[in-house]
């Protein structure tokens, strides 16, 4: 391998990779059969998991999670068809095997095939939160506070996901009201969004706590906060009466909001992924409704690719809106293939933009960290997004990535 040309060494990785993965399903298949058939009984041992720990050595947090993988895999024949031939890795199976039902299980797979690990895994746990009991989560929180040997404080919080959107909210407007920096969107090439100081958060913590205490509590909470909520479009039919405003259309090029309501049917607020201070939070159903009652609540409608309905505009600088838009389309990810930062992304246009030529719509739109950005402008790479987020990227001499590698034939 030291001496072998560079591209058979990325050959005999990809192959090896999709023969690891097809072991690896072989080896849950039949961890699962042995644990059915309870082989591990009569020794005094406590589980199936406590067996793998002694007899194969694995951590038995691995073990548990494993088994947990290999028994979801049996209600699930296609992920499971796919893991077998190689297509899908085992992280990639774990984090389908958490959400999917043989009723749904289709779908996710065709996520998986689109989405790195590292996406998926944020995707399914989304979809873990907007399904848990709002009243478990609402009972699980708790403050403590403790008092270190040189006087600081140590404060440790558990909140459910509405109240902590909140929170995320009142800290982040404190934090820009300490800010002395110039308002208004960032420009193309600047930041979406940056990581946030510790620091500077423990200042506009304080910060609240002194509001409080010169305003004290209101009699009749007026909440100015925006939640900005993503929701697919199946889902929007079991939505309120409320009001859906549409997004810009490519009609609009004056800048103005034109708002053609939709009217959904009777029923609750769907279940759906808040976007609150740079962070996503999934929430369920009933925590949607509540903050409807709080917070003005903005539905970001998408479609079956993840892709904004009705959206885009004719000019260079994307609204504040479009770069909402496109950071819950991109789930707050760098796209550019095998990178998975969450932090310093900038959006790219991908039809190049001159005098006569490029658009400032969502669908030539892409969330990039900045060293990618600065990546593809040095080296004259050239980026695509096809409609269901599959990208690509082509170097000047031919040589092309995609964020979907291609399959390998294990008989090979």
Not at 11 to 20: N, P, Q, Y
Not at 107 to 120: E, F, I, P, V, Y
Not at 188 to 208: C, K, M, S, V
Not at 341 to 363: F, S
Request: charged share 25%.
């Amino acid at each position: 391998m030291e001496s072998a040309p560079l591209e058979q060494v990325e050959e005999a990785i990809c192959r090896w990779s999709a023969r690891l993965a097809a072991a690896t399903h072989t080896w849950l298949m039949t961890i699962a059969a042995f644990d059915r058939r309870q082989g591990w009984t009569g020794l005094g041992i406590r589980s199936c998991a406590h067996w793998l720990a002694w007899r194969c050595g694995l951590d038995l947090r691995t073990a548990r999670e494993q088994l947990a993988t290999a028994h979801a895999l049996a209600q699930l024949p296609a992920v499971r068809a796919a893991f077998a031939s190689g297509e899908l890795s085992y992280s990639k199976v774990r984090a389908i095997t958490r959400v999917a039902t043989p009723a749904d299980e289709e779908g996710w797979l065709d996520h998986a095939r689109k989405m790195s690990a590292g996406q998926l895994e944020r995707l399914t746990s989304r979809r873990r939160q907007q399904k848990s009991d709002p009243a478990a989560l609402r009972a699980d929180r708790k403050l403590a506070l403790r008092t270190t040997p040189d006087g600081t404080i140590r404060l440790t919080a558990t909140l459910s996901p509405d109240d902590g959107a909140f929170l995320l909210a009142a800290l982040d407007a404190a934090r820009a009201s300490l800010e002395t920096g110039p308002d208004g969107p960032p420009e193309d090439d600047e930041l979406a969004y940056t990581p946030r100081g510790q620091a500077r958060d423990a200042d506009a913590l304080i910060a609240l706590a002194e509001a409080f205490l010169h305003h004290h509590a209101p009699a009749l909470q007026d909440s100015p906060h925006t939640l900005t909520l993503h929701v697919p479009a199946q889902s929007t039919s079991a939505a309120s009466n409320q009001s859906v405003p549409r997004n810009r259309t490519h009609d609009d090029v004056d800048g103005r909001d034109r708002n053609q309501e939709h009217k959904h049917q009777p029923g609750r607020l769907p279940a759906g992924t808040g976007a609150v201070a740079g962070r996503d939070i999934g929430l369920p159903a009933a925590m949607v409704a509540r903050l409807g009652c709080d917070a003005l609540i903005r539905a970001l409608i998408v479609d079956s690719d993840n892709n904004p309905l009705h959206l885009g505009r004719r000019n260079r600088l994307p609204t504040g809106r479009l770069r909402d838009a496109v950071y819950a389309r991109d789930q707050g990810i760098c796209q550019f293939p095998s990178c998975d930062h969450t932090m310093w992304l900038q959006i790219h246009h991908c039809a190049e933009w001159d005098a006569h030529n490029g658009k400032t719509d969502v669908e030539d739109l892409l969330l990039i960290c900045g060293t990618h950005h600065r990546a593809i402008h040095d080296h004259g790479l050239v980026v695509r997004r096809r409609r269901d987020g599959t990208v690509t990227v082509q170097a000047p001499d031919g040589r092309t990535i995609s964020s979907i590698p291609g399959s390998y034939d294990l008989a090979s």
